[in-house]
């Protein structure tokens, strides 16, 4: 089993917004402003699905205790996108998967998550 501490929670993170920097690339090159620009873009859609199925399966490994201190990113329900994306790909709602995109996309959950892993990449 995989021991957890500050440090590498601070690894995970760095994935994460390395994931995150990722939809907005896709959202910028490929010109998605709305959610019908998300449903009508079958690249788009693949892209960001997956982006967000790695960003859930990288928070799985960060300490509970860390993420609770994430209160913006934490209330980012992931585990729903990622469900809906993985298991209901004919059936996905890309108003719920804009939305959740959206709140990822907020300054504040960048700075959130920057800020932590400044305060304590060098913690175990």
């Known amino acids: 089993m995989r021991t957890m501490n500050l440090a590498t929670d601070c690894v995970a993170l760095s994935k994460i917004t390395k994931y995150i920097l990722d939809i907005k690339n896709i959202y910028e090159t490929l010109d998605i402003n709305s959610s019908n620009d998300l449903r009508n873009n079958r690249i788009a859609q693949l892209a960001v699905t997956q982006s967000i199925t790695n960003i859930y399966e990288t928070k799985k490994h960060i300490q509970n205790s860390t993420i609770e201190t994430l209160v913006y ?49 060098y913690k175990k």
């Open 73 to 121: 990113f934490n209330g980012i329900i992931l585990k729903t996108a990622r469900h809906i994306s993985s298991h209901d790909y004919e059936q996905v709602d890309f108003e719920i998967i804009f939305k959740l995109v959206k709140r990822l996309l907020n300054p504040n959950c960048k700075n959130e998550i920057q800020s932590f892993i400044e305060n304590n990449k």
